[in-house]
T-cell receptor, first 113, second 114 residues
Framework: DAMVIQNPRYQVTQFGKPVTLSCSQTLNHNVMYWYQQKSSQAPKLLFHYYDKDFNNEADTPDNFQSRRPNTSFCFLDIRSPGLGDAAMYLC????????????FGQGTRLTVV | AQSVTQLGSHVSVSEGALVLLRCNYSSSVPPYLFWYVQYPNQGLQLLLKYTSAATLVKGINGFEAEFKKSETSFHLTKPSAHMSDAAEYFCAVQRGGSQGNLIFGKGTKLSVKP
């Protein structure tokens, strides 16, 4: 049974058109993460929520926003996608921030045209 | 600050041969270390983790890794490669403090030849 579910798996959006990626979890984990992974690169953390506490990485562009309306759901909003934002976006969860396994979703591959 | 370095962006082995994927870490505190595997167009799956218990860690699919503090290494091994092991492998260290999210290495792509 899928525990971290990302929708959609593939998303095509137009340059400059806002897009939202979604993530849900059935694990009741406290922490939810969003990573950006460009082709042949390591996943790069954009931000994470520890419960309702939002933590933004210093180098995450302002173009990227996130919402966590409840424990189960987390959204990634890209306000004005550029060609450079085309990537795989990975959502992950963990029970606690320290020493516990992170569970990843299947990812959403975003294409910007 | 914590970081990991994976030596070799691409490793190719024959089916049945030993798999050795190298990872060295840098950490100012005792690290928590992880190996993840990623198949094409998939998310990451945990293979194993080191959290300061036994230095030899056994994971899924026959993989294991040994934490060597003196060498600051956490290399991943498997005695006999299978075709299904072909994937990308990421070593990761957990960032310290309350913001314990993962910092990934650049990944090693493993190819397995028949």
């Amino acid at each position: 049974d899928a525990m971290v579910i990302q929708n959609p798996r593939y998303q095509v959006t137009q340059f400059g058109k806002p897009v939202t990626l979604s993530c849900s979890q059935t694990l009741n984990h406290n922490v939810m993460y969003w990573y950006q992974q460009k082709s042949s690169q390591a996943p790069k953390l954009l931000f994470h929520y520890y419960d309702k506490d939002f933590n933004n990485e210093a180098d995450t562009p302002d173009n990227f926003q996130s919402r966590r309306p409840n424990t189960s759901f987390c959204f990634l909003d890209i306000r004005s996608p550029g060609l450079g934002d085309a990537a795989m976006y990975l959502c992950a969860t963990s029970r606690d921030p320290i020493a516990t396994e992170a569970f990843f979703g299947q990812g959403t591959r975003l294409t910007v045209v | 600050a914590q970081s990991v370095t994976q030596l070799g962006s691409h490793v190719s082995v024959s089916e049945g041969a030993l798999v050795l994927l190298r990872c060295n870490y840098s950490s100012s505190v005792p690290p928590y270390l992880f190996w993840y595997v990623q198949y094409p167009n998939q998310g990451l799956q945990l293979l194993l983790k080191y959290t300061s218990a036994a230095t030899l860690v056994k994971g899924i699919n026959g993989f294991e890794a040994e934490f060597k503090k003196s060498e600051t290494s956490f290399h991943l091994t498997k005695p006999s490669a299978h075709m299904s092991d072909a994937a990308e492998y990421f070593c990761a260290v957990q960032r310290g403090g309350s913001q314990g999210n993962l910092i990934f290495g650049k990944g090693t792509k493993l190819s397995v030849k028949p």
